[in-house]
Nanobody, 128 residues
Framework: HVQLVESGGGSAQAGGSMRLSCDLSGDTGMTNLMAWFRQAPGKEREGVAS????????FYADSVKGRFTISREKTKNTVYLYMNSLRPQDSGMYYC?????????????????????WGQGTQVTVSS
């Protein structure tokens, strides 16, 4: 089992930047797929960015492509989400997730069904 703890959320102005961190612990050896999801009030959870360590592939939702960057620092077992040019619609609870796949695709990597371990979330609020 993998434990995930997110940090780094908070408030920002539109156009600003923020970095989220996710610390992984436990049985991380079987994990090769990590992602950030977000959920705004009254909306479904959506995949934002994913990292497949098998070939260092990254996948992004169209709404964040070019603004957000996901990366993993393996020595620290930490996954980051760098968010730039923030918009009010980026607000929501951000969750870190971990899973394993043999065949990474954008659809699968941004689908919550692909993940077996989840963090508790960190709130991001962007004001206009």
């Amino acid at each position: 089992h993998v434990q995930l703890v997110e940090s780094g959320g908070g408030s920002a102005q539109a156009g600003g930047s923020m970095r989220l961190s996710c610390d992984l612990s436990g049985d991380t050896g079987m994990t090769n797929l990590m992602a950030w999801f977000r959920q705004a009030p009254g909306k479904e959870r959506e995949g934002v960015a994913s990292f497949y360590s098998g070939r260092s592939l990254t996948f992004y939702a169209d709404s964040v492509k070019g603004r957000f960057t996901i990366s993993r620092e393996k020595t620290k077992n930490t996954v980051y989400l760098y968010m730039n040019s923030l918009r009010p619609q980026d607000s929501g609870m951000y969750y870190c997730a971990a899973g394993r796949t043999l065949f990474p695709t954008k659809f699968g990597a941004l689908d919550a069904e692909s993940y077996t371990s989840w963090g508790q979330g960190t709130q991001v609020t962007v004001s206009s």
